[in-house]
């Protein structure tokens, strides 16, 4: 058989750790093993009824099955009627355009903004896809330092000024997953100027402002002055209206990011098909009380799960905000892998390296809130029953 080859760039990703656990779970099932997955941040809360009405009505309809090529005039209404409620930001239609999933966005953006070989700074500890998405386009992501100590938000100053001068873009997300942390109104004006001192565009990951904590309420970075004069923001609807398979999700801000980035879509896109554009305008459009209900009902989570590892001799701290808990490694452990799978091994309980997010995730697991509070208390149970503290 001729010898296959693929590309350079393919052979760099291998399997990713979500696949790596979700074999060993299986393994550990067919043993009877009780398992407490906190790995994947899939949201075990129902979609709101209401969308679900609107996607299905929609999907009726033989017409709304051809291309819908645009974002339709309800849908821009939608989210400007939103955003001027939720965030007291005013946006226009040219400032919109749907994505599928910003996980996709993210991966495809660079292929608008940069030239191979252009640097973007993006955050260590970070989300895969924010250094990922760049490299598949050929740009050189740098990462940039978050550490606990400064809450984790990055030194600006810290950047050295020639890095600063040729980035692109650089890649901010608060609330950040996995470290759930936020960042505060200083920061973000802090970043405006920085940017415009360094003619760098902003891409602002807003998937968490609805799951945050402390009785605050989250914002939108198109909130302070001067940010639409410097970048856009990516705003998922996955997690808020528990839509993570229907890869419903926005780009907001600059008009001219916008358009650059549309333009690029439109040769390997059609527009996002008609009846999620139907779910979309629902959520935006209908009651938010299931979104701060629900969001309740993750701190509760949060603060359950945190204090009952605390409470078993594991030192976590609650979190700030997303849907997850970022726990340093107990009794000086530094391998985030090797304690997962011993953690997963013992006592069944499921969590996500801190490595997988970067260099500076190590040390650290990432635990999603995915399961009601009662069996948060049993994995933490199971956890001290194993004696891996």
């Known amino acids: ?95 919109i355009m749907t994505i599928n999933g910003s996980q996709e966005g993210m991966a495809h953006i660079a292929l608008a903004l940069c ?85 760098v565009i902003v891409i602002h990951d807003n998937a968490y402002s609805d799951i945050i ?43 001219r990011i916008v358009k650059v980035f549309r333009d690029v879509r439109s040769q390997f896109d059609y527009g996002m098909f008609l009846p999620l554009q139907y779910g979309i305008a629902a959520a935006l459009n209908g009651s938010q009380d299931s979104v701060r209900k629900q969001c309740a009902d993750y701190e509760e989570r949060m603060k359950t799960l945190c204090q009952s590892l605390r409470d078993i001799g594991w030192d976590v701290p609650d979190s700030k905000g997303t849907m997850f808990v970022w726990a340093p490694l107990p009794g000086g452990r530094r391998d985030s892998f090797a304690f997962t799978m011993e953690l997963m091994e013992k006592s069944g309980v499921i969590v996500t390296p801190g490595a997988s997010f970067g260099k500076l995730g190590e040390g650290y697991v990432r635990m999603a809130l995915v399961l009601p509070p009662e069996k948060m208390k049993a994995a933490a149970e199971a956890i001290r029953l194993s004696k891996i503290l």
């Open 1 to 95: 058989m001729e010898q296959l080859t693929f590309s350079k760039r393919a052979m760099t990703f291998q399997a990713g750790i979500f696949a790596i656990l979700d074999e060993k779970k299986r393994q550990l099932l067919k043993e009877g093993k009780t398992i407490y997955n906190l790995s994947v941040g899939t949201p075990d809360f129902p979609t709101p009824p209401h969308i679900v009405q609107a996607v299905s009505e929609a999907a009726k309809d033989p017409e709304n099955y051809k291309y819908s090529l645009t974002d339709r005039p309800f849908l821009l209404n939608a989210v400007k009627d939103f955003y001027r409620r939720r965030f007291h930001v005013t946006l226009e239609d040219e400032e």
């Open 213 to 255: 904590y402390g009785g605050r309420t989250g914002k939108s970075f198109l909130s302070y002055p001067g940010a639409r004069d410097v970048g856009v923001e990516f705003y998922s609807l996955s997690k808020s209206y528990n839509m993570t398979g229907a890869r419903t999700s926005l780009v907001v801000g600059n008009r």
């Open 115 to 199: 030239d191979p070989g252009d640097l973007v700074l993006v955050p260590d500890p970070g989300y895969p896809i924010f250094s990922i998405g760049p490299q598949l386009c050929s740009a050189t992501a740098i990462s940039y330092d978050l550490l606990p100590e400064n809450d984790y938000l990055p030194d600006l100053d810290k950047i050295p000024n020639e890095i600063a001068d040729q980035a692109k873009y650089i890649l901010v997300s608060y609330p950040l997953n996995p470290v759930c942390a936020t960042a505060d109104d200083a920061f973000y004006l802090r970043l405006i100027d920085w940017a415009k001192a360094h003619h």
